[in-house]
C-alpha cells in the first residue's frame, strides 16, 4: 500500500527557527495532509495540499508538494515551544476514501 | 459541539476478555474510522465506515468488529484480547466532500489500552 514516510524521524531546534520535516510517498495521490499531534493527544489536521496545487500557506506554516517527486514539505516559521509535537503525513488511496499515515516526525523546539 | 468524543480513555484486559470502545461524533459526518496507533508505526486503519448501515475492513481488521446503526456512533469490539492488541486506538470522523471522498479527518482523544 501507498504510504507517506516523514523525513527525520526527529528534529530538534532552538525557540525562533524554522523546522523543514519532508514526506515521501509511493504512488499517486489525490491530495496530501499533515497533522500534528501533541503528546497524549488526538492527531489535529493543520493543512491539505491537493495533487494540482504546489505551495500552501496556513499561518506560520508552509506545505510544499512535488508529485514528480512523490514529496511534500511542512516548514513551521519562527518555530515556539508550543509546536514541540509529532507530525504526520498522511495520503489517500486511489479511492479517496481513506489514508495511510506515516510514523511521524518528532519536533522538539527548545525555548 | 463536542467534536468526536472517546470512552474508555484508558483500560486494562486481560488475554481473552472483550470489551467495546466507544466513539462518538456530534458533527453530522458520514465517514467514520478506527486506527490504532503504536510507537514508530503511525496510524493503522483497522475499520471504517462511509456512513450509517455500511463498514469496510482496512489495513489491520482481524480481532476486531464494528457496526454503525447510527450515524453519530462507531463502536469498535474487541472480541478476545491479546497482547498484541496493546496500543492506543483513535477514532476519526470526516465530512463527506462533493466528490464523494474523504479529506480533513477530525479525531478524538484516544483510548489507551493494555492487555495483560
Known amino acids: 500500500s501507498q504510504q507517506g514516510e516523514e523525513d527525520p524521524q526527529a528534529l530538534s531546534i532552538q525557540e525562533g527557527e524554522n523546522a523543514t520535516m519532508n514526506c515521501s510517498y509511493k504512488t499517486s495521490i489525490n491530495n496530501l495532509q499533515w497533522y500534528r499531534q501533541n503528546s497524549g493527544r488526538g492527531l489535529v489536521h493543520l493543512i491539505l495540499?491537493?495533487?494540482?496545487?504546489r505551495e500552501k500557506h496556513s499561518g506560520r506554516l508552509r506545505v510544499t508538494l512535488d508529485t514528480s517527486k512523490k514529496s511534500s514539505s511542512l516548514l513551521i516559521t519562527a518555530s515556539r515551544a508550543a509546536d514541540t509535537a509529532s507530525y504526520f503525513c498522511a495520503t489517500d488511496d486511489n479511492y479517496g476514501q481513506n489514508f495511510v499515515f506515516g510514523p511521524g516526525t518528532r519536533l522538539s523546539v527548545l525555548p | 459541539n463536542a467534536g468526536v468524543t472517546q470512552t474508555p480513555k484508558f483500560q486494562v484486559l486481560k488475554t481473552g476478555q472483550s470489551m467495546t470502545l466507544q466513539c462518538a461524533q456530534d458533527?453530522?459526518?458520514?465517514?467514520m474510522s478506527w486506527y490504532r496507533q503504536d510507537p514508530g508505526m503511525g496510524l493503522r486503519l483497522i475499520h471504517y465506515s462511509v456512513g450509517a448501515g455500511i463498514t469496510d475492513q482496512g489495513e489491520v481488521p482481524n480481532g476486531y468488529n464494528v457496526s454503525r446503526s447510527t450515524t453519530e456512533d462507531f463502536p469498535l469490539r474487541l472480541l478476545s484480547a491479546a497482547p498484541s492488541q496493546t496500543s492506543v486506538y483513535f477514532c476519526?470522523?470526516?465530512?463527506?466532500?462533493?466528490?464523494?471522498?474523504?479529506?480533513?479527518?477530525?479525531f478524538g482523544p484516544g483510548t489507551r489500552l493494555l492487555v495483560l
Open positions: 458533527m453530522n459526518h458520514e465517514y
Open positions: 495540499i491537493r495533487s494540482n496545487e
Open positions: 476519526a470522523s470526516s465530512p463527506r466532500t462533493s466528490g464523494g471522498t474523504k479529506e480533513t479527518q477530525y
